[in-house]
């Protein structure tokens, strides 16, 4: 199913999303990789105040390279996702509700995405050019020390993505092998 969504993502649509389905984000989501995320993890061990809000928000993992003259942002392709499994968990616990990457994700990570109602979304990796022509605004908010690294806060407009996991705990990765396998057997 194809479908438009706006972030931040509200409880009712991510537990309407099914893994497999087509989607179009517009809003405001967040970058984050992994300096941002230990960061932030390091700032919650110390007990203080992340500089966002994840209530309902979107990370999308992601390190955009410069941006071109007349541009917003450079290419925006996605990070492989597992390597904030050890972080994402806590995050999905404070109230992140999706998450923008590629790549499988850990059990732990699993879990919280089905204890938290939230969403992991794949984009295409190596399709960033022509991802970043779906950002129409790019500001950095947090940790602008860490270069492409820093927090980001972007406006989207039908960012595409594909539900991999839903809050049900469905993963598409397994659906399509388990799919592939039956086919390959019935011919």
């Known amino acids: 199913m194809n479908r438009k969504i706006s972030a931040p993502l509200e409880d009712s649509v991510a537990k309407e999303l099914r893994s497999g389905d087509y989607v179009y ?18 700032a919650l061990k110390e007990g203080k105040e992340l500089p966002l809000s994840l209530e309902h928000n979107i990370i999308y993992y992601m390190g955009p390279s410069p941006a071109r003259e007349g541009r917003v942002i450079g290419s925006a392709g996605p990070t492989t996702a597992s390597r904030m499994d050890r972080y994402a968990p806590k995050l999905l616990d404070l109230g992140l509700k999706g998450m923008i990457g590629k790549g499988k ?8 995405i089905i204890r938290n ?20 605004e790019s500001k950095v908010i947090a940790y602008d020390d860490l270069g492409t690294e820093a927090i980001r806060e972007l406006k989207v407009e039908d960012l595409p ?5 839903d809050s049900q705990g469905n993963n598409l990765y397994e659906t399509s092998i388990r799919e592939y396998c039956k086919e390959e057997t019935a011919e």
């Open 105 to 112: 994700r850990s059990k732990e990570v699993i879990d919280a």
């Open 25 to 42: 984000i517009t809003g405001t989501i967040y970058t984050a990789r992994d300096a941002a995320h230990k960061r932030m993890a390091e």
């Open 161 to 165: 993505a594909i539900v991999v996991i």
């Open 117 to 136: 109602g939230a969403v992991y979304f794949a984009a295409v990796g190596g399709a960033g050019a022509i991802l970043s022509k779906c950002i129409k």
